[in-house]
Protein backbone atom coordinates (compact mmCIF):
# COMPACT_ATOMS: atom_id res chain seq x y z
CA UNK A 1 0.00 0.00 0.00
CA UNK A 2 2.42 2.72 -1.52
CA UNK A 3 1.67 6.54 -1.34
CA UNK A 4 3.86 8.32 -3.81
CA UNK A 5 4.55 11.52 -2.31
CA UNK A 6 6.33 13.34 -5.84
CA UNK A 7 4.46 13.71 -8.92
CA UNK A 8 4.33 16.64 -11.20
CA UNK A 9 0.94 17.59 -13.30
CA UNK A 10 0.65 20.23 -16.30
CA UNK A 11 1.06 22.65 -13.34
CA UNK A 12 4.48 22.41 -13.60
CA UNK A 13 6.81 23.81 -16.61
CA UNK A 14 7.86 20.12 -17.63
CA UNK A 15 4.94 18.32 -17.32
CA UNK A 16 1.95 18.31 -20.19
CA UNK A 17 -0.38 15.31 -17.44
CA UNK A 18 -3.42 16.05 -16.20
CA UNK A 19 -3.91 16.04 -12.65
CA UNK A 20 -7.04 13.85 -13.02
CA UNK A 21 -4.55 11.37 -15.68
CA UNK A 22 -2.23 10.97 -12.32
CA UNK A 23 -4.81 10.33 -10.07
CA UNK A 24 -6.03 7.44 -11.96
CA UNK A 25 -2.62 6.12 -12.25
CA UNK A 26 -2.55 5.72 -9.08
CA UNK A 27 -5.60 4.12 -8.65
CA UNK A 28 -4.90 1.11 -11.02
CA UNK A 29 -1.84 0.86 -9.47
CA UNK A 30 -3.70 0.64 -6.24
CA UNK A 31 -1.96 3.03 -4.21
CA UNK A 32 -3.14 4.26 -0.83
CA UNK A 33 -2.38 7.83 -1.76
CA UNK A 34 -0.43 10.26 -3.92
CA UNK A 35 1.04 13.99 -3.01
CA UNK A 36 1.28 16.67 -5.99
CA UNK A 37 3.90 18.27 -5.76
CA UNK A 38 4.34 20.57 -8.47
CA UNK A 39 7.26 22.66 -9.53
CA UNK A 40 7.78 26.53 -8.50
CA UNK A 41 11.61 27.34 -9.45
CA UNK A 42 11.62 31.08 -8.77
CA UNK A 43 14.19 32.83 -10.89
CA UNK A 44 14.67 29.71 -12.96
CA UNK A 45 17.27 30.96 -16.18
CA UNK A 46 14.59 31.51 -18.92
CA UNK A 47 17.09 29.86 -21.33
CA UNK A 48 16.15 26.54 -19.74
CA UNK A 49 12.64 26.98 -19.83
CA UNK A 50 9.75 28.43 -17.78
CA UNK A 51 9.12 26.68 -13.77
CA UNK A 52 7.31 29.58 -11.80
CA UNK A 53 4.26 29.07 -10.63
CA UNK A 54 1.32 30.94 -8.97
CA UNK A 55 1.03 28.76 -5.94
CA UNK A 56 -2.14 30.12 -4.55
CA UNK A 57 -4.62 29.19 -7.62
CA UNK A 58 -2.16 26.13 -8.35
CA UNK A 59 -3.00 25.33 -4.08
CA UNK A 60 -6.94 26.22 -4.78
CA UNK A 61 -7.19 23.81 -8.14
CA UNK A 62 -5.57 20.76 -6.81
CA UNK A 63 -7.10 21.12 -3.07
CA UNK A 64 -10.37 21.24 -4.16
CA UNK A 65 -9.53 18.14 -6.88
CA UNK A 66 -8.14 16.21 -4.07
CA UNK A 67 -11.34 16.81 -1.68
CA UNK A 68 -13.35 15.39 -4.62
CA UNK A 69 -11.23 12.41 -5.73
CA UNK A 70 -10.22 11.15 -2.27
CA UNK A 71 -12.25 8.59 -0.34
CA UNK A 72 -12.12 5.51 2.26
CA UNK A 73 -9.32 3.56 0.25
CA UNK A 74 -7.78 6.70 -1.77
CA UNK A 75 -6.82 10.14 -1.16
CA UNK A 76 -5.06 12.89 -2.69
CA UNK A 77 -2.95 15.30 -0.91
CA UNK A 78 -1.83 18.48 -2.06
CA UNK A 79 2.06 19.89 -2.19
CA UNK A 80 4.86 21.72 -3.75
CA UNK A 81 7.98 21.08 -4.30
CA UNK A 82 10.15 24.43 -4.23
CA UNK A 83 13.80 24.66 -5.95
CA UNK A 84 15.50 26.31 -3.47
CA UNK A 85 18.13 29.03 -3.88
CA UNK A 86 19.57 31.55 -0.91
CA UNK A 87 18.88 34.79 -2.34
CA UNK A 88 15.17 33.63 -2.91
CA UNK A 89 14.61 32.54 0.21
CA UNK A 90 12.50 35.04 1.45
CA UNK A 91 9.76 34.72 -1.11
CA UNK A 92 9.26 30.81 -0.73
CA UNK A 93 9.45 31.48 3.06
CA UNK A 94 5.92 33.57 2.36
CA UNK A 95 4.42 31.13 0.10
CA UNK A 96 5.19 27.76 2.98
CA UNK A 97 3.93 30.64 5.49
CA UNK A 98 0.26 31.71 3.87
CA UNK A 99 -0.23 28.51 2.35
CA UNK A 100 -1.42 25.07 4.15
CA UNK A 101 0.02 22.37 1.79
CA UNK A 102 0.27 19.39 3.02
CA UNK A 103 3.73 18.82 2.67
CA UNK A 104 7.04 20.74 1.18
CA UNK A 105 9.53 19.09 -0.78
CA UNK A 106 12.99 21.60 -0.93
CA UNK A 107 15.59 20.87 -3.94
CA UNK A 108 18.50 22.06 -5.68
CA UNK A 109 17.93 22.53 -9.22
CA UNK A 110 20.33 24.85 -9.64
CA UNK A 111 24.55 24.75 -9.15
CA UNK A 112 25.62 28.86 -9.31
CA UNK A 113 22.25 29.38 -11.69
CA UNK A 114 23.44 26.37 -13.93
CA UNK A 115 21.14 23.16 -14.35
CA UNK A 116 22.52 19.68 -14.57
CA UNK A 117 19.71 18.86 -16.72
CA UNK A 118 21.56 20.26 -19.57
CA UNK A 119 24.67 19.26 -21.73
CA UNK A 120 26.04 23.04 -21.50
CA UNK A 121 26.39 22.93 -17.66
CA UNK A 122 29.33 19.68 -17.91
CA UNK A 123 30.90 21.53 -20.50
CA UNK A 124 32.28 24.37 -17.69
CA UNK A 125 34.75 22.62 -15.60
CA UNK A 126 35.98 18.90 -14.48
CA UNK A 127 32.70 16.89 -13.47
CA UNK A 128 34.28 16.71 -9.66
CA UNK A 129 34.57 19.62 -8.98
CA UNK A 130 31.22 20.80 -10.29
CA UNK A 131 29.83 17.94 -8.59
CA UNK A 132 31.42 18.99 -5.30
CA UNK A 133 30.28 22.98 -6.12
CA UNK A 134 26.73 20.84 -6.50
CA UNK A 135 26.98 19.53 -2.54
CA UNK A 136 27.57 22.28 -1.28
CA UNK A 137 24.93 24.34 -2.95
CA UNK A 138 22.48 21.53 -1.62
CA UNK A 139 24.12 22.74 2.17
CA UNK A 140 23.87 26.39 1.36
CA UNK A 141 20.03 25.96 0.66
CA UNK A 142 19.30 23.74 3.37
CA UNK A 143 20.40 26.54 5.70
CA UNK A 144 19.04 29.60 4.03
CA UNK A 145 15.69 27.91 3.47
CA UNK A 146 14.27 25.68 6.67
CA UNK A 147 10.32 25.69 6.02
CA UNK A 148 10.59 22.07 4.25
CA UNK A 149 9.46 18.61 4.70
CA UNK A 150 11.91 16.23 2.77
CA UNK A 151 14.86 17.05 0.83
CA UNK A 152 14.55 15.83 -2.49
CA UNK A 153 17.05 13.80 -4.82
CA UNK A 154 19.98 14.77 -2.74
CA UNK A 155 22.48 13.48 -5.48
CA UNK A 156 20.04 15.23 -8.18
CA UNK A 157 23.05 15.83 -10.09
CA UNK A 158 24.61 12.77 -10.83
CA UNK A 159 21.71 11.54 -12.81
CA UNK A 160 22.82 13.76 -15.80
CA UNK A 161 26.73 13.49 -15.64
CA UNK A 162 28.20 12.24 -18.85
CA UNK A 163 31.13 10.51 -17.75
CA UNK A 164 30.04 7.19 -16.65
CA UNK A 165 33.05 6.95 -14.09
CA UNK A 166 31.44 9.18 -11.93
CA UNK A 167 28.27 9.22 -12.43
CA UNK A 168 27.37 6.45 -9.75
CA UNK A 169 29.84 6.60 -6.93
CA UNK A 170 27.94 9.82 -5.63
CA UNK A 171 29.47 9.20 -2.15
CA UNK A 172 32.51 8.56 -1.23
CA UNK A 173 34.79 10.78 -2.87
CA UNK A 174 32.01 13.50 -1.65
CA UNK A 175 31.73 11.65 1.85
CA UNK A 176 32.44 14.23 4.27
CA UNK A 177 30.02 17.07 2.97
CA UNK A 178 27.61 14.26 2.19
CA UNK A 179 27.71 13.76 5.84
CA UNK A 180 27.29 17.19 6.79
CA UNK A 181 24.12 17.38 4.75
CA UNK A 182 22.77 14.01 6.30
CA UNK A 183 23.89 15.71 10.06
CA UNK A 184 22.02 18.74 9.20
CA UNK A 185 18.57 16.99 7.74
CA UNK A 186 18.79 14.87 10.91
CA UNK A 187 19.21 17.68 13.64
CA UNK A 188 16.25 19.84 11.53
CA UNK A 189 14.14 16.97 11.97
CA UNK A 190 13.54 16.89 8.07
CA UNK A 191 12.99 13.47 5.87
CA UNK A 192 15.09 12.70 3.63
CA UNK A 193 14.00 11.25 0.17
CA UNK A 194 14.04 8.02 -1.79
CA UNK A 195 13.01 9.14 -5.42
CA UNK A 196 13.20 6.49 -8.02
CA UNK A 197 13.61 8.22 -10.68
CA UNK A 198 17.04 7.85 -10.98
CA UNK A 199 16.17 3.96 -11.34
CA UNK A 200 13.65 5.18 -14.23
CA UNK A 201 16.97 6.76 -16.13
CA UNK A 202 18.96 3.42 -15.90
CA UNK A 203 20.93 4.20 -12.80
CA UNK A 204 21.39 0.84 -10.60
CA UNK A 205 20.25 3.75 -7.02
CA UNK A 206 17.86 6.07 -6.44
CA UNK A 207 18.38 9.30 -5.77
CA UNK A 208 19.92 9.14 -3.57
CA UNK A 209 22.58 5.85 -3.91
CA UNK A 210 21.85 3.19 -1.05
CA UNK A 211 25.58 4.02 0.41
CA UNK A 212 24.07 7.28 1.41
CA UNK A 213 20.58 6.46 2.79
CA UNK A 214 22.41 4.31 4.88
CA UNK A 215 25.01 6.07 5.91
CA UNK A 216 21.98 8.73 7.14
CA UNK A 217 20.59 5.85 8.97
CA UNK A 218 23.96 5.45 10.80
CA UNK A 219 23.68 9.06 12.03
CA UNK A 220 20.60 8.88 13.40
CA UNK A 221 18.12 9.56 10.52
CA UNK A 222 14.74 7.67 11.09
CA UNK A 223 12.64 9.51 8.45
CA UNK A 224 12.59 9.06 5.04
CA UNK A 225 9.96 9.88 2.31
CA UNK A 226 8.92 7.75 -1.16
CA UNK A 227 8.70 9.87 -4.68
CA UNK A 228 9.01 8.21 -8.32
CA UNK A 229 8.94 12.24 -9.72
CA UNK A 230 6.73 11.30 -11.90
CA UNK A 231 5.82 13.52 -15.04
CA UNK A 232 3.40 11.15 -16.64
CA UNK A 233 0.77 8.96 -15.89
CA UNK A 234 2.94 5.52 -16.72
CA UNK A 235 5.94 6.98 -14.36
CA UNK A 236 3.62 6.97 -11.07
CA UNK A 237 5.33 4.99 -8.30
CA UNK A 238 7.43 3.47 -11.36
CA UNK A 239 10.26 1.24 -9.73
CA UNK A 240 8.38 1.12 -5.97
CA UNK A 241 8.10 -2.73 -5.62
CA UNK A 242 12.08 -2.45 -5.93
CA UNK A 243 12.29 0.06 -2.61
CA UNK A 244 11.27 -2.54 0.68
CA UNK A 245 14.48 -4.48 0.05
CA UNK A 246 16.49 -2.04 -1.10
CA UNK A 247 15.60 0.32 2.02
CA UNK A 248 15.74 -2.80 4.73
CA UNK A 249 19.22 -2.77 3.69
CA UNK A 250 19.58 0.32 5.15
CA UNK A 251 17.82 -0.26 8.15
CA UNK A 252 14.40 1.22 7.48
CA UNK A 253 11.06 -0.71 7.65
CA UNK A 254 8.74 2.72 7.46
CA UNK A 255 8.49 5.57 5.28
CA UNK A 256 6.30 9.24 6.17
CA UNK A 257 3.53 10.39 4.74
CA UNK A 258 3.35 14.71 5.16
CA UNK A 259 -0.52 15.48 6.05
CA UNK A 260 -1.23 19.07 7.22
CA UNK A 261 2.99 19.30 7.13
CA UNK A 262 3.01 16.48 9.78
CA UNK A 263 4.81 12.99 9.42
CA UNK A 264 2.84 9.93 9.80
CA UNK A 265 4.39 6.41 9.15
CA UNK A 266 3.53 3.77 6.99
CA UNK A 267 4.77 0.18 6.77
CA UNK A 268 7.38 -0.11 3.64
Known sequence: MFWDNHMHSNFSGDSKA????????????KLRGIT????????YPPKYGFFE???????????????????????????????????????IYKVAKEIPFDFIIGSTHLIDKQDP?????????????????????????????????????LDYAFR????????????????????????????????????TGGLRKGLANPNPALSIVKRYHELGGKMITL????????HVAADFEKLPDMLNTCGFKEFMVYKNRKPEAYPL
Open 18 to 29: EPIDMINAARAK
Open 36 to 43: FTDHMDLD
Open 53 to 91: LDPYSYYEAQHKLALEQSDDNFTVLTGIELGIQPHIADD
Open 117 to 153: YFDTFWESRDARQLLTRYYECVLENITAFTDFDTVAH
Open 160 to 195: YAKDPTVKEDTHQPYFEIVDEILNKIIKMDKSLEIN
Open 227 to 234: GADAHEPA
